[in-house]
């Protein structure tokens, strides 16, 4: 709906000094009461858009009414009148996850103003929530064609109550739940007098500082990535509680530290600020690398980011063991290659993933890799040695036909064959794709074992070993569509 100017103007009147709550790319943010909204409404959010033309508010009007999404700040009103342009959304009382990250005396003054009355720290479960809250409004964004642009920390507000959060293992868990802000809107803004910037520009473009896609400096192209990088570092931002501005520079050794070996500062500062478990941590971390570490050209995509943290968050309660490998699978027929026969999920899929899988035809109702896993004796005593060096080679090579398949799709040269196994992991299991990379290796070494290191199978794994190790490499295949 459209506010007329001389409303705005008398409740920003009304409102004062106190009633300013925030400042985005745009221009400053103002809690008011509009006559025409506060039977429904009460306090909102009143966006006034400085520098921006009546013609520049009416097109980003247009883009915000695409953006119906639980998890996206609606448009209520707004006001193309020069006088006083600006958007008008609802007002949520818990403030910007920034705020609640940094705790600084400026985020309680404005949570005071915001009357938000909880207690202002989150725990590592709250934060996850609002972070996957924030990442499921970007996926929608990305399925509308909408490129956010200013992807932060600040952009992602909270409400003021606690909401049950259904889980899987135990009670509801209390949250505040999260919506996407800003969408479409960031503007380049200059520093403001005794303050600082917080936005930047190159050939036009505006981002902010310390989220800035070093791919969107080099190429001046906004993208579905450079958006997704913004969202690593609202990840990382949430394991610390540090600003974003060098975050990323400060940080990095403990984020490949954390992902590759699962040791080092990140979890003792993770633990510190927020009781965030190692096993959530270490996944995060290989999170933030994928989005926001790794080159562009081998980032992860942010579904696969959001359906790890997804995963983490509905396993609360239910333990490490419950989270570790604990991903949905879902099915992808896969065309059989020179190495082998087609590797397919197993059928005990979650029935949600079931649901969301494509229809498949009967040439695609098993692989060679899930008959071995069907065929493991599970009882008290293993496969002979041998029928098990058997099925762990067919593992090993039906793991590799999809990850040469996958490699050769991504556009690249097939490898040399007398390249070394353990190097042809690493190169087509990119770096940030941690936990898959570990799993490869770990099949790897079984396989070596079974085939020129007789000596060190005396104890070799046992099937319920082999079964899971090859369960869990199925599934993190299946989420990257491998």
Avoid at 211 to 233: C, M, V, W, Y
Wanted: glycine content about 8%.
């Amino acid at each position: 709906m459209t506010v007329p100017a001389e409303e705005v103007l008398l409740a920003l009147e009304a409102a004062g000094s106190e009633g300013e709550v925030g400042e985005g790319g745009f221009g400053k943010v103002f809690a008011a009461e509009l006559p025409s909204l506060v039977a429904r409404w009460g306090r909102v959010a009143v966006k006034r858009a400085s520098g921006l033309h009546a013609a520049e508010i009416l097109l980003e009007v247009a883009t915000l009414r695409l953006c119906r999404h639980r998890n996206v700040l609606p448009l209520l009103g707004y006001c193309d009148d020069a006088r006083a342009p600006c958007m008008i959304t609802p007002l949520l009382h818990g403030g910007s996850l920034d705020d609640r990250l940094l705790l600084s005396d400026s985020a309680f003054e404005r949570l005071r103003r915001l009357g938000f009355e909880g207690d202002a720290c989150l725990d590592w479960q709250r934060r996850l929530s609002a972070l996957c809250d924030a990442a499921r409004g970007l996926a929608h964004l990305k399925g509308e064609r909408i490129l956010h642009r200013d992807v932060k920390t600040a952009n992602i507000l909270l409400e003021g109550a606690l909401r049950p959060l259904p889980m899987a293992h135990g009670p509801p868990l209390l949250v505040y739940r999260a919506v996407l802000s800003d969408v479409g809107l960031a503007k380049v803004r200059e520093p403001t007098l005794g303050g600082t910037a917080t936005h930047a520009t190159t050939r036009n473009l505006a981002f902010s500082m310390g989220f800035g896609d070093p791919a969107l400096l080099n190429s001046s192209k906004h993208s579905e990535r450079t958006d997704a990088f913004g969202i690593g570092i609202c990840i990382l931002m949430s394991l610390v509680s540090e600003p974003a501005a060098g975050l990323m520079d400060d940080r990095e050794d403990d984020v490949c530290d954390a992902m590759e070996s699962g040791t080092g500062a990140l979890f003792e500062t993770a633990h510190a600020v927020a009781g965030w478990p190692s096993h959530a941590t270490r996944a995060l971390a290989g999170a933030v690398h994928g989005l926001s570490l790794a080159t562009k050209r081998n980032r992860q995509p942010l579904p696969v980011a959001l359906n790890q943290m997804e995963t983490l968050l509905e396993a609360v309660g239910g333990g490490e063991e419950a989270v570790v490998g604990a991903a949905p699978v879902v099915s992808r027929p896969l065309v059989c290659s020179s190495r082998g026969a087609s590797m397919l999920p197993v059928s005990e899929a979650e029935p949600d993933a079931r649901a969301a899988a494509p229809a498949q035809s009967e040439e695609w109702s098993g692989g060679e890799l899930t008959r071995m896993v069907r065929q493991l004796d599970l009882g008290d005593a293993d496969a002979s040695l041998a029928r098990k060096r058997e099925r762990v080679t067919k593992a090993y090579d039906s793991m590799m036909v999809r990850l040469e398949r996958a490699y050769a799709g991504q556009g690249h040269a097939p490898l040399p064959t007398d390249e070394q196994e353990l190097r042809k992991i690493n190169l087509l299991v990119p770096r940030h794709l941690g936990r898959l990379n570990g799993l490869a290796h770990s099949l790897r070494k079984w396989w070596n074992s079974a085939k020129h290191e007789r000596e060190q199978w005396a104890h070799p794994p046992s099937d319920k070993e082999v079964q899971r190790l090859v369960k869990e490499v199925i599934a993190e295949l299946d989420l990257l569509g491998w």
